[in-house]
């Protein structure tokens, strides 16, 4: 059975703990009893349980309110109810105030208890998905998967395959703009699209491994406890964690320090984690679905990666194309683009690409992938004021022969292409210049020398802040 949440329960009345106990666990929580308040405190922070059940009147020196206000001013991670045989209103007043979820009155239903904990943890869930996600600033809106090619239907149908068999940990591998992501996505909407499931309640977790500095990384991925390290200054859960009962994406896990491989090994054969510097291991109910652009096999010959961790992931693996070998889908997903960007952008008059365009595009080889793809036409939809996108409206590189041929044909250029390459940008501003230099700075007459429209013109200008 799915551990649901775990609950630690004080009070010193045996008979009312047990019997919270035996229904809570019936529940699928997972549970921690303790009859007096001595070592209170350490023992919930060793602990980390996701709720304190916590009774007011213990008969001791240091009573629940004491407790509680000990839990608050600890910055303890953790929900806390109040138990009251008290049924006047002051008691639980004050809780309140110091900062209890909510409170219950002795003798209480049990079946009450179950679904005011319920909510409890399903609201603190939430608003730690929403700090995270506030925190990342991700964009939540993805791609549709765009394409009619062979390869790519394959890839799409055995991944759906993989949703729905519920396969706890998935590698996805390809080159870098190929929409290993958007996959990964779509994996997700698959593994929780059930009738009884609302799939935007299930978290998905994206954690790009390159993007974490190294000193901070184990502590994102699995948590800390308080003073785990100088600045933890309060427990904080970690990625997994967060995405407890949904999904987590690792992206470019291949560049995974060694020692985290070992120690994300460990998590992918008990799905279990432990904070740094916690002394309990927590489970966690996750799909874990790790993405990279690297040859892994290779990685393993080399000692950069390691063997029973490429075994592991390489069970379910995918990949996904170049876009390159993806032909029949360029097309397809340029138009797909471009419907997008019009809208987004405000851009109705923009019916599509010339013929031309199009071709140009298809024979473009991509080594950005769709990823690139989607830039050009964004690009060209800010920029572009006619009907049709034309080939004058996409970037040098789409000139014919892939080179810069009217830069080569100069006889005195002022860019030479270095064997080494060059800035892409630089060579725009440069032809820029020359043509204000040719038109006297008219910018219409420039523009109609770069067979580009004068809106991108006045844009160049000023991006490169040439007038």
């Not at 059975?1 to 009070?11: A, E, P, S, V, W």
């Not at 350490?42 to 213990?58: K, S, T």
């Not at 995270?132 to 549709?144: G, I, L, Q, V, W």
Request: hydrophobic residues 40%.
């Amino acid at each position: 059975m799915k551990i649901k949440g775990r609950i630690f329960l004080l009070d010193d009345d045996e008979l009312i703990i047990t019997m919270l106990d035996r229904a809570l666990k019936k529940e699928g929580f997972e549970t921690q009893l303790q009859t007096t308040g001595q070592n209170i405190i350490e023992n919930i922070e060793e602990w980390h349980p996701d709720l304190v059940m916590l009774d007011i009147h213990l008969g001791e020196d240091k009573d629940g309110l004491d407790i509680l206000h000990d839990i608050k001013q600890n910055e303890i991670d953790t929900q806390v109810v109040m138990l009251t045989g008290d049924d006047t209103a002051e008691s639980a007043i004050k809780a309140m105030k110091i900062g209890a979820a909510d409170y219950l009155t002795k003798p209480f239903n049990v079946d009450e208890v179950i679904m005011v904990i319920k909510g409890i943890l399903e609201k603190a869930k939430l608003r730690e998905e929403v700090k995270y996600f506030r925190k990342s600033r991700m964009d939540f809106t993805h791609d549709e998967m765009v394409g009619k090619s062979p390869a790519i239907k394959e890839v799409i149908d055995n991944a759906k395959k993989i949703a729905t068999a519920g396969v706890p940990t998935i590698l996805i591998t390809g080159e870098s703009g190929t929409g290993k992501e958007v996959l990964a996505r779509y994996i997700h909407h698959w593994m929780h699209q059930k009738e009884e499931e609302e799939v935007e309640s299930v978290p998905f977790i994206a954690v790009n491994c390159t993007a974490l500095p190294d000193n901070l990384i184990e502590s994102e991925l699995f948590g800390h406890t308080k003073w785990a390290f100088t600045d933890a200054k309060t427990d904080k859960k970690g990625m997994f964690e967060l995405a407890d009962g949904g999904t987590i994406l690792l992206d470019e896990i291949g560049d995974m320090r060694a020692d985290l491989q070992s120690k994300f090994l460990r998590v992918l054969e008990n799905r279990k984690i432990r904070r740094l510097g916690g002394k309990v291991d927590l489970p966690v109910d996750v799909s874990v679905i790790a993405t990279t652009n690297r040859d892994l096999k290779q990685a393993v010959s080399t000692k950069d990666f390691r063997e029973d961790l490429f075994f592991r992931l390489t069970s379910f693996a995918l990949n996904l194309p170049p876009l390159r070998e993806r032909h029949e889908d360029i097309v397809m997903l340029a138009r797909y683009f471009l419907n997008q960007f019009c809208l987004k952008y405000g851009k109705p008059e923009i019916k599509g690409f010339t013929p031309e365009a199009e071709k140009s595009l298809a024979a473009h080889k991509w080594p950005g992938n769709v990823r690139e793809l989607k830039n050009v036409v964004e690009r060209c939809v800010v920029l572009v004021s006619s009907d049709f996108i034309g080939p004058g409206h996409l970037p040098l590189e789409f000139s014919e022969g892939h080179a810069f041929p009217f830069v080569e044909r100069r006889k005195e250029a002022r860019i030479i292409l270095p064997e080494q390459g060059i800035s892409l940008e630089d060579v725009e501003k440069d032809l820029i210049k020359q043509a204000l230099e040719k038109t006297g700075s008219n910018q219409t007459k420039a523009a109609k020398l770069l067979n580009i429209s004068y809106d991108t013109m006045r844009y160049q200008v000023k991006k490169f802040g040439l007038m």
